[in-house]
């Protein structure tokens, strides 16, 4: 990371407030209006849209191994996913894809 | 008072209020404490101080949005893509602020202020199910309520990424410390994928963002992001018009 400490503050300072923002907003300003239905269908995919766009490109070419297709961290995110989507268990997951990579490291 | 709902609670003080919303919130503290650890490891590690970890994670009280930025930022990503990146993270939670006016919208601004700070997922769902189940609460009961299940989560929230700060110099290279963002997020999505136009909305964000891996800084995601926002709308859409 290149950015500097007053750069980093105030990056925090603008997503704390952006994020107040976003909390504050029909609780605090626009109150008991109804929303139009498709605003809240576009509200509802925002986690499932963001998330796996910023992470594909991580596991298929981390930067750890310098952008080549690593073995032990695919599996790890194999281990993930598939423990994610059965158990549905978050925590579960977590411990499943850490635990691959660890061995998969620990063993390579 | 619908009297078709089963076993409506009587209503009760805003004091026992707070304690039943303290208990309802008090099991997510075993998922919200990895988390906060693993912020404060994986921030160390990158390069914040303390007071910037502690910062994120007291200001902006949004997991899923400061791993996304702190990401960005080991990746070196403009600032206006940091944070608008960031931000669409955090999107989700206009919803809950639109889900809970029904039920605190009549409450002071001040509290309404408060209640705003700490809409967090975990508040969210705990408040939204007892509304919606105890239509005996008085508003300022509901606000209790509401402060409790986010208050018994906030402090391992704050005390485990503090912890994870302390200890994170301490963790040695090569440990695929690199790796925690990616399976932590996938952890996340995996279990929202429970129905079809939350898979298509996943699918093209992944396939769109990997090909759009080659646009300068980070803007390959935005675009990706907003397609697949449209994708998961677009097909719920259409679901439903076939039924």
Partial sequence: MTFSDAHVWAIIAALAAGTYLIRFSFLGLIGDRPLPGWLLRLL????????????????????????????????????????????????????????????????? | MPSSTPVIP?????????????????????????????????????????????GFTVLVIAGAAQFTALQLMVDNAPTVIVLATALAVNLRMAMYSAALVPYLGAAPLWQRALAAYGLVDQSYAVSALEFERNTALSVPARFAFFMGSFLA???????????????????????GLDFAI???????????????PHVMSALVSTVLA??????????????????????????????????
């Fill in chain 1, 44 to 108: 509802r995919y925002t986690p499932v849209a963001v998330m796996p766009g910023l992470v594909a490109p991580l596991i298929l070419w981390p930067q750890a191994t310098g952008g080549v297709p690593d073995p032990a961290r695919l599996a790890a995110a194999i281990a993930t996913l598939g423990v994610g989507l059965v158990t549905k268990n978050v925590l579960a997951a977590i411990g499943a894809g850490a635990g691959t990579l660890g061995v998969l490291l620990w063993l390579g």
């Fill in chain 2, 10 to 54: 009587p209503a009760i003080p805003p004091r026992r209020a707070f304690l039943r919303g303290a208990q309802g919130g008090a099991p997510f503290v075993l998922v919200i404490v990895p988390f906060g650890l693993l912020f404060g490891v994986v921030g160390t590690e990158a390069g914040l101080n303390l007071a910037q970890v502690m």
């Fill in chain 2, 153 to 175: 989560v906030a402090p391992f929230w704050y005390a485990a990424t503090l912890a994870g700060a302390l200890v994170g110099t301490a963790i040695p290279d090569g440990f």
């Fill in chain 2, 182 to 196: 990616p399976i932590t997020f996938l952890a996340l999505v995996a279990p929202a994928l429970r129905t079809l």
């Fill in chain 2, 210 to 243: 990997l090909a759009l891996a080659g646009l300068p800084y980070g803007t390959g995601l935005l675009v990706a992001a907003a397609a697949a926002m449209v994708t998961g709308a677009a097909t719920e859409a259409l679901l439903e018009r076939r039924q």
